[in-house]
Structures are given as C-alpha cells and as structure tokens.
C-alpha cells in the first residue's frame, strides 16, 4: 500500500520553462511535507517542505503548494534549469514519526 | 558545517558474507535514520535512533540486520548473512530531533552476488 504516490516516474521540460512535479497521498494523518532532490551516486538533498497548516511555501526558484482537501502537493520550479536535472523524492511525515518517500520523479531540463 | 559522512562508498559481496556500514551524523544531531533504497524506489526507514535508544525498527528485518548507535554519535548497520535482495544504497541521515528535517550522507552502494 503506497501512502504517498508520484504517478510520473519521469519529466521533460525546456529550460527557462515551469517545471511542475506532483505527489499524491493517502494518509490524512500526514501533517508535513517535503521535496528532496538527488543526483545520481549522491544522497538526497533537502529542498523544501510545506506544513499541513499552509498551502504555499516559496524558497527561490522553488514553490510547493498544498492541496489538503485533494491529498495532493506540488514542487513548481520557475524558471527551470539544466542544473535541475535530477531525481525529486515527495516525502511526508505525521508529528516525529517516520517519513514515507515516493518512487521519485527523474526531471530533465533540455537546454 | 560538516554533512553526514557514510563508508564505504560502494561494497560488493557474495550472498552469504556479512557486512558493515558506518554512519557518522551531523554534529548536534540527535536522530540518526538508516535508510534502504531499492532501484526504482523512494528510500525505506530500517531503524531510527533518537541519541542511542532505538525509537522504531519495525521494518528492520532483525533476522539478518542489526544496528547500534552505542555513544548516541556514530552508528553502524550490519548485514549477515547477505542475501540477493539486499542489493540496494543504504543511506543514512540525521536531524537534530524527531520530526525535524533530515539530512542524508551519500550513501553506501551494496552489490550481492
């Protein structure tokens, strides 16, 4: 039983275009949430996260949007880069226990 | 600041061998995460620790694995005997409580053969 869900195990987008990953999940009992994104023969490196009392988290270049009532989130990347080319981790968590991860979504950002 | 250190990087083994792996966290972390991560999948909780108590360890498969924290600093997980399916990156993080954001190292490459 997958809790949370990243339905494309791969994008494509144009640089200097939106880039927007998405991430579905089942347990209301999550009550944060957060990207990670990682490159190939590294760990994943924190992005940035969201908590369930928000719907918008801004950082740079990076938004995510929380849609509590739909279970579903969004890491919007504006505008894309090819340095973004990797593989982003949807994540969530409920109070101080385990955060359960996504299959990831690999992002290509063609120059 | 120093990030997560892992070793070895990358480890190949004959099914049957055992094997260790090293965790050093972030310094001031309390909370260190050994994760595994299969092909194709997001990262699995093993076993977390909060200083040297282990807070959950329920997806550990405790017949073959085992892991300790002893000094509530640097940990290690170890494998015996391996098996095929554990070929996998085990990955290791740490935050500086429960609940709070966790960095990873870069992980631990295990080939079973």
């Known amino acids: 039983d997958q809790q949370v869900k990243q339905n494309s195990p791969s994008l494509s987008v144009q640089e200097g275009r939106i880039s927007i990953l998405n991430c579905d999940y089942t347990?209301?009992?999550?009550?944060?949430f957060l990207w990670y994104k990682k490159y190939p023969a590294e760990g994943p490196t924190f992005l940035i996260s969201?908590?369930?009392?928000?719907d918008k988290n801004e950082d740079g270049r990076f938004t995510v949007f929380l849609n509590k009532s739909a279970k579903h989130l969004s890491l919007h990347i504006v505008p894309s880069q090819p340095g973004d080319s990797a593989v982003y981790f949807c994540?969530?968590?409920?109070?101080?226990?385990?955060?359960?991860f996504g299959k990831g979504t690999k992002l290509s950002v063609i120059p | 600041e120093a990030g997560v250190a892992q070793s070895p990087r990358y480890k190949i083994i004959e099914k049957r061998q055992s094997v260790a792996f090293w965790c050093n966290p972030i310094?001031?972390?309390?909370?260190l995460y050994w994760y595994q991560q299969i092909l194709g999948q997001g990262p699995k909780l093993l076993i977390q620790?909060?200083?040297?108590?282990?807070?959950?360890d329920s997806q550990l498969p405790k017949d073959r694995f085992s892991a300790e924290r002893l000094k509530g600093v640097d940990s290690t997980l170890k494998i015996q005997p391996a098996k095929l399916e554990d070929s996998a990156v085990y990955l290791c993080?740490?935050?500086?409580?429960?609940?709070?954001?966790?960095?990873f190292g870069p992980g631990t490459r295990l080939l079973v053969l």
């Open positions: 620790f909060q200083n040297n108590g282990v807070v959950d």
């Open positions: 310094s001031g972390h309390a909370t």
């Open positions: 993080a740490s935050s500086v409580g429960m609940g709070e954001t966790q960095y």
């Open positions: 969201i908590s369930s009392i928000k």
């Open positions: 347990n209301s009992m999550f009550d944060y």
């Open positions: 994540a969530a968590g409920a109070g101080s226990y385990q955060l359960t």
